[in-house]
């Protein structure tokens, strides 16, 4: 999610509006977990890969969570990246051997844990440009890798407008519709974006496509 209108982090090199066919849900009307990273506190919570990933890659965004990359609940602290970056980070040394156990990417496919945390593949998660940020074109010749660190505590979903319920009665089709809409936002509890730690991203990760 990203607020801003002119080089957002969805539509960079453009400026759309809430009435831009087919961009405008990009408008959610708050700012979300990659936009705190690399936008808001990027000096500090985004760093520039420029290469393949590897197993550092994970331990570089914990480090820069400082307090946050230790979680309360198991859980609480998450990897987060595309599905490109994801397959790719089967191949990472470290995960594909496991000394030859039946941990490894080799046996299971899959990466349940790096550092303890779990990791998330999402397909909502979109490759990007050289500068984390995916085009307006929707990066159809750069097509880099990113991966996320969160500390889920710190964030809350909330409601901007409560649910609201409405039926309808469909005579000629004997049967009563329900119609169900709300308002949804997500919020870091910091209350400072600009300083705030518990999210960190990579980017610019090269190989992955």
């Known amino acids: 999610a990203d607020t801003t209108v002119t080089n957002g982090i969805n539509s960079d090199g453009a400026t759309i509006s809430k009435?831009?066919?087919?961009?405008a849900h990009w408008l959610l009307g708050?700012?979300?977990?990659?936009?705190?990273?690399?936008?808001?506190?990027?000096?500090?919570?985004?760093?520039?890969?420029a290469a393949?990933?590897?197993?550092?890659?994970?331990n570089r965004c914990l480090s820069k969570m400082g307090k946050y990359a230790l979680p309360r609940r198991r859980g609480d602290v998450?990897?987060?990246?595309?599905?490109?970056?994801?397959?790719?980070?089967?191949?990472?040394?470290?995960?594909?051997?496991v000394d030859s156990g039946m941990g490894s990417t080799?046996?299971?496919?899959?990466?349940?844990?790096?550092?303890?945390?779990?990791?998330i593949t999402t397909d909502e998660m979109r490759?990007?440009?050289?500068?984390?940020?995916?085009?307006?074109s929707g990066n159809a010749t750069t097509t880099l890798g990113r991966?996320?660190?969160?500390?889920?505590?710190?964030?809350?979903?909330?409601?901007?407008?409560?649910?609201?319920?409405?039926?309808?009665?469909?005579?000629?089709?004997?049967?009563?519709?329900?119609?169900?809409?709300?308002?949804?936002a997500l919020t870091e509890r910091s209350g400072t974006r600009?300083?705030?730690?518990?999210a960190a991203i990579a980017y610019n990760i090269t190989g992955v496509s």
């Open 19 to 23: 009435s831009t066919a087919g961009k």
């Open 30 to 49: 708050f700012d979300g977990l990659i936009h705190l990273a690399l936008v808001d506190n990027s000096a500090n919570q985004s760093f520039d890969k």
């Open 52 to 58: 393949a990933i590897d197993a550092d890659v994970f």
């Open 78 to 97: 998450v990897f987060i990246s595309d599905v490109p970056t994801s397959v790719r980070a089967l191949s990472i040394t470290e995960f594909e051997t």
């Open 106 to 119: 080799l046996s299971t496919g899959e990466i349940m844990n790096v550092y303890g945390k779990p990791y």
């Open 127 to 136: 490759q990007a440009d050289v500068d984390g940020k995916v085009t307006d």
């Open 147 to 184: 991966i996320l660190a969160v500390n889920t505590s710190q964030w809350a979903v909330g409601f901007r407008r409560q649910i609201t319920v409405e039926m309808d009665r469909e005579a000629g089709k004997g049967q009563t519709v329900m119609y169900v809409s709300m308002r949804v």
């Open 194 to 198: 600009s300083t705030a730690k518990h």
